[in-house]
């Protein structure tokens, strides 16, 4: 198909989107009346290009996947040559070289004593995975009655049924609150000086309900979705010596903080805490394909041996699926062969030193940052509740940054390997198009 006049195929594109598409995350009424969306047609690096011919740096990463950039040339690469061999097979009773030796460079890497790997299609599929070995696991050991879950104010754990039952912000439990697993939320201790409480009130959860209760979950260190809300390391010590005093099982969410978001490979590995369960996915597949992982400790595994009905009944068409399998074996290679982890850190340092100096900026309230990424929070008085963060977005769209807000918060977490410049550029964007809404 050639297009001679991009803006009419522009146009084509937006017409049928608004007549035939559901967008996720969007209220559609807005959407269909006030919206122009981007139109992407291709993406390199860390830029977004429209079909219109503008770009756009990539602040979230599309999401937190492409944590290696769009279209790295080793991960087209090992998704074409594996693709020329092999798209997919089911894995029950059958098995193959990318999901085998996936599994073994995983356990490799992961935090030490997860030896057993279950494959799923996303970060939500990752976590429903961990509840369901969670409970199964307690029934299979003679605890039954241990069912409920405990999860921080503010968590985002995914969308599916279970996962969401986790999830903190009550907008989006509300209309299944009805039909959920039981989930106990605490307060988060990424809140200013809110830490010794927040510790306080989950020992006293757990000790209380130690024997109804079947997991905690946690991002560890980090906050994604809830605003990029950053915890101290020892939280997460503490809990895990609370879960292990109750017989509680501890499950990280890392699939936000993993892959080097943080800094290291695991946010847990900064805290030197090892998980029952991991839960990993976005830049497991470096952006390229849905794929997910659910990591597990020998003495879950062991409790579903023995008889058939002990087994793990679960399981999805796309489990282990040898094109993500291909390229998340590439994701690891290109961390190792080019040093993503450490080339990393200098851009990470140059994002803390520019959010440290947006805490000047007239209508911002507050900063953080952690490893590669930063956050600020804007005053949301006056009327524009939920609403500033827009116009920030609006702001940059026109200086050519995707700057998609969390509400009031204005954050970036882009490519671990965005080139120096485009990273100055993205936080010039920022700053100029926080000062450009500024009261
Ligand atoms: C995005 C996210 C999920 C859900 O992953 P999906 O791939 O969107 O299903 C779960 N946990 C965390 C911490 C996330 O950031």
Redesign the pocket.
Known sequence: MSHADPLAHRAAVVAADKRFLWHPYTPMTRYLDEVDPLVIDRAEGARLFDLDGRSYLDANSS??VATLGHGHPRLVAALAAQAARLCHTSLAGVTHEPAARLAEELVAVAPPGLERVFFSD??????EVALKLALQFHRQEGRPARTRFVALDGA????TLG?AALGGAEIFRRPFASVMLDCIHVPTPADEGSFAQAFAALETVVAEGRDEIAAVVL?PLLQ??AGMRVYDAEYLRRARATCDAHGVLLIL?E???GYGRTGPMWAADQAGVRPDLL?L??GFSGGML?M?ATLATPRIFDAFLGAPDRAFYYGHSYCGNPLGAAVAREVLAIYRDERILERAAPKAARIKAAFAGFGALPGVTRTRSLGMTGALDLDAQGGYLGRTGWRVYEEARRRGAYLRPLGDVVYVAPPLNIPDADLDELLDIVGASVRAVAP
């Open positions: 999401w937190y996303d970060g939500s599929t990752a976590v985002y754990h995914g969308d996962a991002e994604g979705t969410d699939v936000f903080t839960c996915a976005k849905p997910a």
